[in-house]
């Protein structure tokens, strides 16, 4: 009889009891600092598919909320032209119903999306750590990343309706931006538990990324200009010749 395994793990003292979410989240945010990450992805709930449903459920709320908000804009936008519509009074309430429908089933979309996102800005963050000799694993990589960017997705979608709003946004947007950099202090210092790094290292693996994609693309850039500049200026040329003087 196998199928009593879990039960008998759970009432086991030394097996280790469920972290819960929203208690790990608060841990993260409240009690910032290496040893909050290192006790949070020793357990083994830490799997990067805790991760990812977090993600999801941010994500999908993010864009519900989103689409929501659009939708009831472009409906007071209608229902003001109304009268303009003369034989089609249920145009306001079609749109409204149909708008609905589509947040509701563009939701799960945006969901997936965040968490393919997330899987890859992970994964890079977690190769670069490696690269400077790191040893976590990417499982409790993607768990502290996730503790982290759930959260303050949350906030994000929850800040959505105010932000609609005017001059909300210059309340919302100095918490959001403080928010921000809050969370890159959570994230270094994640990558200095989880792979047990220095403060050097775990700045490089977060930043480097980021710097080498921007190099690459003023790269590239400078390299379209300098074979497409030749053609793109005798295009400005010839526009201005045509143009009246």
């Known amino acids: 009889m196998t199928y009593h395994t879990n039960e008998v793990m759970m009432e086991d003292p030394d097996f280790p ?18 040893a909050t990450f290192a006790r949070i992805t020793a ?6 598919k805790a991760a990812y449903i977090w993600v999801f459920i941010a994500g999908t709320l993010s864009g519900l909320i989103n689409s929501l908000l659009q939708t009831l804009v472009t409906l007071a936008g209608i229902q003001q ?7 089609m009074p249920s145009m306001p309430a079609a749109y409204g119903l149909g708008g609905l429908i589509g947040a509701i089933c563009a939701a799960p ?11 890859i800005g992970v994964a890079i963050v977690h190769a670069t750590a490696r690269f400077f000799g790191g040893e976590g694993s990417f499982d409790r990589m993607a768990y502290a990343f996730g503790a982290i960017a759930a959260p303050i997705s949350l906030i994000s979608a929850l800040t959505i309706p105010l932000n ?14 403080a928010l ?26 977060l930043f480097l990324p980021a710097i080498l994609f921007a190099l690459l693309c003023g790269v590239l850039f400078l390299v379209l200009m300098r074979v497409l500049g030749p053609s793109v200026m005798e295009i400005f040329q010839q526009i201005q010749q045509g143009l009246p003087r």
Do not use: D
């Open 81 to 87: 032209a109304a009268p303009n519509y003369g034989g």
């Open 43 to 48: 357990h083994p709930e830490a799997t990067a």
């Open 180 to 205: 921000s950099l809050y969370a890159v202090y959570l994230q270094v210092a994640a990558i200095k538990a989880v792979h047990r790094l220095g403060w050097g290292e775990s700045v490089g693996a």
């Open 109 to 119: 979309v945006a969901g997936l999306a965040s968490v393919i996102g997330f899987a």
């Open 17 to 34: 009891r469920p972290q819960g979410a929203l208690p790990v989240w608060s841990q993260v945010f409240t009690k910032p600092g290496e």
């Open 164 to 177: 609609a709003i005017p001059f909300v946004v210059f309340c919302t947007a100095p918490v959001m931006i």
